[in-house]
């Protein structure tokens, strides 16, 4: 695979998901703005693909924030989103799982069953299309990549081409809330099912210094060992967590803001979400500006030594499998079309 980006100066981002405390996202990158540290791209995955996008798009974070908080305060937002929350609201007894945990262990399962996805494909595409322009990813001022999750090859693909609402909803396209996106013969969905925080990508693409942003749900340890349910939720929960270690380990820095506090479904907490990213970032700025300080120079001593040395001859280090695929993505539609039914019998 090529290096695309090794010659950019600068720090990248690999934002991970997290519905309504995703908004963090903004905060970090505001504070990193105001300090003028210099981010030269993005890679997101849901909700992290939604605000990497916009920010990719215009960079100025006050004003994505703004444009955001708009939008959520519209009767718009307020008549397609929360009926999704309300809905996954009413069996949720602790109101600390996440959605997409929840959806795994079969709450909702019913609904989902029989209308194919809570949200429909039409108003999914209108509520992205009200927050990401129409704009393709050359259009980007920085590199952007949304990543999303392939279900008939079981990969994990990086879009960096095409159009960035097709792109957008394939990374965000939670199995059986929203409806799962098809584009040449495949079907995608959420990012985060495959990768929560896509901090390899930008790696093997020749990134240099990438902080992990992680604005996950907390491990908890309140499960109940005489049910079930509780045990293979709380299984799950481990599962995701070693995940989620393994795929950050390579980060050059791994920033989690507390942003427990925000519910995953509180929309209208933006400003207070943004607030949060912004102090934690602000308190950690000195990891990003030892990152971007110039190597000392070298001593006549040092620089004599390194010309007299022996130069071996290294051979190229063969390409290592970067465990995903990089695609583009044009026009989209449904994944519950009856084209779907006819392709999967033909596989």
Same mark, same amino acid.
């Not at 108003?123 to 999750?149: G, H, M, N, W, Y």
């Given at each position: 695979?090529?290096?695309?980006?090794?010659? +950019?100066?600068?720090?990248?981002?690999?934002?991970?998901?997290?519905?309504?405390?995703?908004?963090? +996202?903004?905060?970090?990158?505001?504070?990193?703005?105001? +300090?003028?540290?210099? &981010?030269?791209?993005?890679?997101?995955?849901?909700?992290?693909?939604?605000?990497?996008?916009?920010?990719?798009?215009?960079?100025?974070a006050d004003q994505v924030t703004r444009d955001f908080a708009s939008h959520l305060k519209s009767d718009k937002f307020n008549n397609a989103r929360f009926k999704v929350i309300q809905a996954a609201e009413r069996g949720n007894d602790d109101g600390r799982t996440s959605f997409a945990a929840r959806m795994r262990h079969g709450i909702l399962v019913g609904r989902?069953?029989?209308?194919?996805?809570?949200?429909?494909?039409?108003?999914?595409?209108?509520?992205?299309?009200?927050?990401?322009?129409?704009?393709?990813?050359?259009?980007?001022?920085?590199?952007?990549?949304?990543?999303?999750?392939?279900?008939?090859?079981?990969?994990?693909?990086?879009?960096?081409?095409?159009?960035?609402?097709?792109?957008?909803?394939?990374?965000?396209?939670? #199995?059986?809330?929203?409806?799962?996106?098809?584009?040449?013969?495949?079907?995608?969905?959420?990012?985060?099912? &495959?990768?929560?925080?896509?901090?390899?990508?930008?790696?093997?693409?020749?990134?240099? +210094?990438? &902080?992990?942003?992680?604005?996950?749900?907390?491990?908890?340890?309140?499960?109940?060992?005489?049910?079930?349910?509780?045990?293979?939720?709380?299984?799950?929960?481990?599962?995701?967590?070693?995940?989620?270690?393994?795929?950050?380990? #390579?980060?050059?820095?791994?920033?989690?803001?507390?942003?427990?506090?925000?519910?995953?479904?509180?929309?209208?907490?933006?400003?207070?979400?943004?607030?949060?990213?912004?102090?934690?970032?602000?308190?950690?700025?000195?990891?990003?500006?030892?990152?971007?300080?110039?190597?000392?120079?070298?001593?006549?001593?040092?620089?004599?030594?390194?010309?007299?040395?022996?130069?071996?001859?290294?051979?190229?280090?063969?390409?290592?499998?970067?465990?995903?695929?990089?695609?583009?993505?044009?026009?989209?539609?449904?994944?519950?079309?009856?084209?779907?039914?006819?392709?999967?019998?033909?596989?």
């Amino acid at each position: 695979m090529t290096a695309p980006l090794t010659h +950019h100066e600068g720090i990248y981002l690999a934002l991970g998901g997290g519905a309504a405390r995703g908004f963090a +996202h903004l905060g970090i990158i505001r504070a990193l703005q105001e +300090h003028q540290i210099p &981010i030269a791209g993005i890679c997101g995955t849901s909700m992290g693909a939604v605000v990497g996008a916009c920010f990719s798009l215009n960079q100025n974070a006050d004003q994505v924030t703004r444009d955001f908080a708009s939008h959520l305060k519209s009767d718009k937002f307020n008549n397609a989103r929360f009926k999704v929350i309300q809905a996954a609201e009413r069996g949720n007894d602790d109101g600390r799982t996440s959605f997409a945990a929840r959806m795994r262990h079969g709450i909702l399962v019913g609904r989902s069953l029989t209308t194919g996805a809570i949200l429909p494909f039409d108003e999914f595409r209108s509520e992205i299309s009200a927050v990401i322009p129409d704009r393709t990813f050359k259009q980007t001022q920085i590199p952007f990549f949304a990543l999303a999750c392939d279900l008939l090859q079981a990969r994990e693909v990086v879009f960096n081409d095409g159009y960035l609402r097709s792109a957008i909803m394939a990374s965000a396209a939670i #199995p059986g809330v929203f409806p799962g996106v098809l584009a040449s013969d495949r079907i995608y969905i959420d990012g985060g099912w &495959i990768n929560k925080i896509p901090v390899r990508p930008l790696l093997h693409m020749g990134a240099k +210094h990438v &902080i992990a942003v992680d604005v996950s749900d907390d491990y908890t340890t309140d499960f109940n060992p005489k049910r079930g349910f509780s045990m293979i939720n709380q299984a799950n929960k481990v599962a995701q967590l070693r995940l989620l270690e393994l795929q950050t380990e #390579p980060a050059t820095l791994h920033w989690r803001p507390p942003v427990k506090e925000i519910h995953w479904s509180a929309f209208t907490q933006i400003e207070r979400a943004v607030e949060i990213g912004y102090e934690y970032a602000v308190a950690h700025m000195d990891q990003v500006k030892k990152l971007l300080e110039p190597p000392p120079k070298p001593t006549w001593w040092q620089k004599l030594k390194i010309r007299l040395a022996d130069q071996p001859q290294q051979e190229p280090p063969e390409p290592r499998p970067t465990g995903f695929d990089v695609r583009g993505i044009w026009d989209i539609r449904a994944a519950d079309d009856d084209y779907i039914a006819t392709h999967l019998q033909e596989l």
